[in-house]
């Protein structure tokens, strides 16, 4: 009784760290493509200097989140990686562990680092970009 509450309470961490992951990374690479697309208008303006306090601060807070993001998806895979290695050893102790597909696990780690890179690509276009347009227009 004690082992399947154990086993439903790490199952919906583990579903709620999945959704707080879609979250983070839909959050920052929206975020990154609007500040991308304001901050390249801000760049093209024709009183570029007026605007380019403005651009600074926007690159500093694009800057901020997506280290906050990339914190929070580490520290997400970090604890998604207990909680899984918690869940194998509960499956190993039951007898159950053929049933589980330890692949997964790299699965994980994965789609961690495709979140990852989304992100990072997505934020690094948000500086360039706008760079790019200021120093040619």
């Known amino acids: ?38 901050n390249s208008g801000l760049a093209s303006a024709d009183d570029s200097t007026s605007a380019r306090p403005v651009l600074v601060v926007i690159m500093a807070l694009v800057l901020v989140v997506n280290q906050v993001v ?22 190993q102790d039951e007898k159950v562990a053929d049933y589980y597909d330890l692949t997964l696990l790299d699965a994980y780690k994965s789609r961690f680092r495709q979140y990852l890179i989304g992100v990072l690509a997505t934020g690094v276009a948000s500086f360039i970009v706008p760079i790019i347009v200021l120093l040619t227009s």
């Open 1 to 38: 009784m004690i082992i399947e509450r154990l086993h439903e309470h790490i199952v919906e961490e583990l579903q709620q760290n999945s959704r707080s992951e879609v979250v983070f990374v839909g959050v920052a690479i929206a975020l990154n493509l609007v500040t991308m697309a304001v």
């Open 70 to 91: 990339v914190a929070g998806l580490r520290k997400g895979a970090e604890i998604k990686t207990k909680l899984l290695n918690g869940l194998v050893r509960m499956y």
